[in-house]
């Protein structure tokens, strides 16, 4: 065992045990684990015997085979999001998730919906084409993501209309790791009658997350991110009562139209079934580590990074450091240094691949360890920054 059940935080981790059962890291250095980061290696191995399983028999070992767990699995997603299984569809990505929850809502003419300019940007993009072809309006919530929870939530209180129909909110704002308070502004939603979407991609499986507690009508999220699921694998929860008034992005092939289904299995087209026969052995691997030990270990992992950059001239820190929230994600600049050479630098000179980002005014170096990283890994990348700095 490599550690505890889910809620349990006074096991041990045997994290060097942890490191051992992911592929091996190379050429670089890779601190871009919140783009997708590496299964583990037992759930690379479930994809490959199943792709050779299909090859055998296609038609019937993966729609009648490998598909015939599909109800299994998500009552195993259902327990770790703690949502229904019957509220549950598989899909590729959060992208694709989100795109059925903006597209599928129904909307008129001059309803208006709410997102922040720090949301993911093909979410945005798609309310855009919303308000471009059907007229809806989009109303841009501005608040500095240092900024305190109770002045974010102050900021959509008040961008709030009477016909204000949806409100799309990010859990983990990818650009910095800032987490905002979600549960008190889909609350706050409620109150007024408005749909919520939750794009938790960057949070789910990194920190504790329940979708019942949430109350959110669409949660949204990657698997291939913090479970550790094989790329391509995305998990969409649409709320019971939205499941009929919501429009499937694909047109489906059964007429199921009042169920979940009509968002994932056949409605989606052929898909890779290997790929999901991956999920439940991340689910397994995952849940023998614990949520809880998984975002204390990635919250240690950034803490211990700043702590030893800290006196790296001009370091500035875009991500609050004075939450329990913190995880994996975070943002640096260098006063003076240009993020993008320093990125090439890095990557270059030293073999380490942190990530550039920039919205706004707001631009740096995104640092995202994983589980299988360790206090090593980040002492070669400080000790590649402070060399890099210094000949900028
Ligand atoms: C907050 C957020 N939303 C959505 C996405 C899109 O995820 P995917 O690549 O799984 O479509 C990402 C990817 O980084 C993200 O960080």
Redesign the pocket.
Known sequence: MLGSTPCETSVEVDWTRVRESYPAQHPLLNLNN???SPPPLVVEQAVIDAFRFIGKNPDVNMWSGLDARLPDLKRQLATLADCSADEIALN???????SVAIFGIPLSAGDRVLVSPW??P??LQGWQQRETREGIVVDTVTFDLLASDDEIVAAYSSAIRPVTRVMHL?????WTGRVLPVARLIALARQHGIATIV????SFAQLPISVRLLGCDFF???L??WLGAPVGN?MLVVNRECINGTWPLLAPFDATLDTIDKFDHWNLGTYNSALQAGIEPAIRFHQSIGVTNIHARLSALTRYWIARAADIDGLRIHTPLDTDALGAVSLFSIDGVDAVALEATLRQSFSVHVKYRRVGQLEGLRVSPHIYMNEADLDVFVDALRAAVKDA
């Open positions: 919140a783009a997708v590729r990505n959060a992208s694709e998730g989100l949301d993911y093909s979410a990010t859990h983990m704002i990818h794009d938790a991609a960057q949204v999220t990657s291939h991110k995305g």
